[in-house]
């Protein structure tokens, strides 16, 4: 269904299980950076009226989101801690393409967003099916399905501004060069991604 090329490798759970206040401290940070994104792009692109109404929700869900995380850490007696420089969405990133037509710039954007989406959907997915915690377990399969929404979101905003044989060409290059981010970073099990 996610379409990315090279699946998480599968010590990453286990890994991550064994860290589990990382996990929740990196994934409440990348829940506030989601929500900042789609304000961004709001921000960026405010005459796109149906990518302000979309994102305008998804702004909304990625802060309950942040805030449900922040929950789970402190049934943990855990606390926020601090931010982490993400190399993941840093890579990523440095794969939209700067100058050209707005509407090639605000599609790569919206195609990374998705590719985040993507990888963080199958990342929850995992652990809502391995770990041992069932409150975490129902925890991540419920932010596994909202994910995934957000995926095909940001993929049909995408079509919304280029044409859909463009969006489907540069996708897959992003896909193919995701994979690629993948392959080259660490197992960490103190990392979302």
């Excluded at 393409?97 to 993507?118: C, N, T, Y």
């Excluded at 969006?167 to 103190?190: C, F, H, M, P």
């Amino acid at each position: 269904m996610l379409g990315l090329k090279l699946p998480t490798d599968p010590r990453w759970v286990n890994i991550a299980e064994k860290n589990i206040e990382e996990i929740l401290i990196d994934h409440a940070f990348c829940e506030q950076k989601a929500a900042s994104n789609g304000i961004s792009l709001i921000v960026q692109f405010p005459e796109r009226r149906k990518l302000v109404d979309v994102l305008t929700d998804i702004v909304a869900e990625e802060w309950s989101h942040f805030e449900r995380v922040l929950e789970e850490l402190k049934k943990r007696g855990y606390h926020l801690g601090r931010k982490r420089a993400d190399e993941y969405a840093v890579a990523l990133n440095k794969l939209e393409r700067k100058g050209g037509a707005i509407e090639r710039q605000l599609m790569d954007k919206l195609l990374i967003s998705a590719l985040i989406e993507a990888r963080s959907c199958e990342r929850f997915k995992l652990l809502s099916q391995q770990i041992a915690d069932d409150s975490l377990k129902k925890f991540y399969y419920e932010l596994m399905i909202s994910e995934a929404g957000h995926y095909t979101t940001f993929l049909e905003l995408a079509k919304e501004y280029m044409p859909e044989e463009t969006v489907k060409t540069r996708w897959e290059e992003l896909l193919q060069a995701e994979a690629e981010i993948i392959k080259s970073l660490e197992v960490r099990g103190d990392r979302m991604h």
